[in-house]
């Protein structure tokens, strides 16, 4: 579908969705009002989207208690997913992004031992970018990735800092320089490294966590230096970072209930 075509959604096909996504968030099993509220819809309208995805055996319904949870039937459509690869899963997603904004994306494998593998990348057609070797390894510290991952795991201070100093940085940030944007990091989930990491490349990162909170994927948008405005870059992190939850979400466990609160 090309971008320039206006999009049409399907309210009723949004409300379902809505649903499935909170019962999929809770893991167990709920009655048609609390539904209703937690999805801000109405009562009767989601009674007839119950019954409807009951019907299609997408949701099972207990009789006794009144309530649903999510059906048998869903498997059917998460079966040929099981045998992909993350990597496979998530490069759709990811291509969209690098196509719309004319980026490279990198994704890393995020290890036990802190360290990040390179296991893909993902270009526009037609840019100049730099060149990454797959199985690349780095520090778990370094970069935008470093910075996002030491503010999702809530580092102190000098835990941050003995991770800092195992990077060997091109252009050196600085310690207080590189815990301000962990700080920022924490509240943004986007982490920003302007040349420090490699001279001359513009790297925005965002992180995928489990349902334990433990980063496990890492994205990052690795540019030339001077390509991209700095807003051009922000809306870069805030494109990866809405796919981080949908990662989160889909191969990792960790879902955003409707009202936009994590339920880990």
């Known amino acids: 579908m090309s971008s320039d075509q206006p999009q049409k959604l399907v309210p009723a096909v949004q409300n379902a969705a809505k649903v499935i996504r909170l019962l ?18 109405n009562v009767s309208s989601v009674f007839n989207i119950l019954r409807t995805l009951h019907h299609e055996g997408w949701l099972s319904f207990d009789e006794a208690t009144k309530s649903y949870r999510l059906g048998l039937g869903l498997l059917t459509f998460a079966a040929p997913l099981l045998a992909a690869s993350p990597a496979d899963l998530v490069r759709p997603v990811v291509a969209d992004i690098a196509e719309r904004h004319q980026v490279m994306i990198a994704l890393w494998h995020i290890t036990d031992s802190e360290r990040i593998v390179l296991i893909d990348t993902i270009t526009a057609d037609r840019i100049v970018q730099a060149v990454i070797a797959r199985d690349s390894r780095l520090p778990v510290f370094a970069g935008a990735i470093g910075r996002c991952y030491a503010a999702a795991l809530n580092l102190d201070r000098d835990t941050a800092r003995a991770g800092f100093d195992t990077v060997r940085w091109q252009t050196d940030p600085g310690f207080d320089a590189y815990w301000s944007d962990v700080q920022n990091a924490h509240d943004s989930r986007i982490g920003f490294d302007h040349g420090n990491l490699f001279r001359g490349l513009e790297i925005v990162a965002v992180i995928a966590r489990d349902s334990n909170g433990t980063p496990r994927m890492g994205m990052s948008s690795i540019t030339i230096a ?13 494109d990866l970072s809405r796919a981080a939850l949908q990662i989160e979400g889909s191969l990792f466990g960790r879902h955003t209930l409707p009202s936009g609160k994590e339920n880990a």
């Open 226 to 238: 001077g390509q991209h405005t700095m807003q051009d870059l922000e809306r870069v992190g805030d």
């Open 24 to 41: 999929s968030a809770k893991g167990t099993a709920l009655g048609a009002t609390q539904i209703a509220r937690e999805c801000d819809l």
